[in-house]
């Protein structure tokens, strides 16, 4: 099975700063089709997860550019360039290379 | 717009079973996966199971392979979760979501409100 392993797993931050956070996987990402299938959720208190970033590094429709993502192999990056007051949740990240599929344990951003 | 509605949860007996739906709509049903993910109280997501969109593909997690079913019917727009031999472990919210492909690597994109499975004698 494929560890995800992220980290911190609580990110108090100001409003206006940046927020990073990391995601391992115990083993490559990099599909036989030559793709990486990571992903980003944001859990905000009391909603379904909504999914901000696919393959590594596309944003959905809809989630404003200071979300970003990065990386490659096993060692991914979700940051946030400006917090904003709506951007409080839980952050996820979750594999879809390898069967079974798993999310990181996730990430829980406060305000400051 | 993408609409997924799930249903059919509740509290329920250990050793029981119990069948979830998800109702779609919005989409070409018949042309994605659909995915079950779950949420114990408090905890973070745990990925149960996968189906292709013809139904010809299906994976699930190791702490529910064989104990769990998922299921479509593409006449129906619905997708089905067939859960026995439930323990305490499994109460939780569960969520249906619709992946961005039919089949293949996993991107689950569309998420449902969720149905809570509360597993308690």
Redesign the interface.
């Known amino acids: 099975?494929v560890v995800m392993t992220q980290s911190p797993l609580s990110l108090p931050v100001t409003l206006g700063q940046p927020a990073s956070i990391s995601c391992r996987s115990s083993q490559s990402l990099v599909?036989s089709?030559g793709?990486t299938?990571l992903?980003w959720?944001q859990?905000r208190p009391g909603q379904?997860?909504?999914?901000l970033i696919?393959?590594v590094s596309n944003r959905?429709s809809g989630v404003p550019d200071r979300f970003s993502g990065s990386g490659s192999g096993t060692d991914f990056t979700l940051k946030i360039s400006r917090v904003e007051p709506e951007d409080v949740g839980?952050y996820?990240c979750?594999q879809?290379?390898h069967?079974?599929?798993?999310?990181?344990?996730?990430t829980k951003l406060e305000i400051k | 717009q993408v609409q997924l509605v799930e249903s059919g949860g509740g509290v329920v007996q250990p050793e029981r079973s119990l069948r979830l739906s998800c109702a779609a709509s919005g989409f070409p049903f018949s042309s994605y996966a659909m995915h079950w993910v779950r949420q114990a109280p408090g905890k973070g997501l745990e990925w149960v199971a996968i189906i292709s969109y013809d139904g010809s593909n299906k994976y699930y997690a190791d702490s529910v392979k064989g104990r769990f079913t998922i299921s479509r019917d593409n006449s129906k727009n619905t997708l089905y979760l067939q859960m026995s031999s439930l323990t305490t472990d499994d109460t939780a919210m569960y969520y249906c979501a619709r992946d961005s492909w039919g089949s293949g690597p996993a991107c689950p994109e569309y998420w449902g409100q969720g149905t809570q499975v509360t597993v308690s004698s």
Do not use: A, E
């Open positions: 099975d599909h089709d793709n299938y992903n959720f859990q379904s997860p909504r999914r696919y393959k959905d839980v996820y979750m879809g290379t069967w079974p599929l798993f999310f990181g344990q996730g």
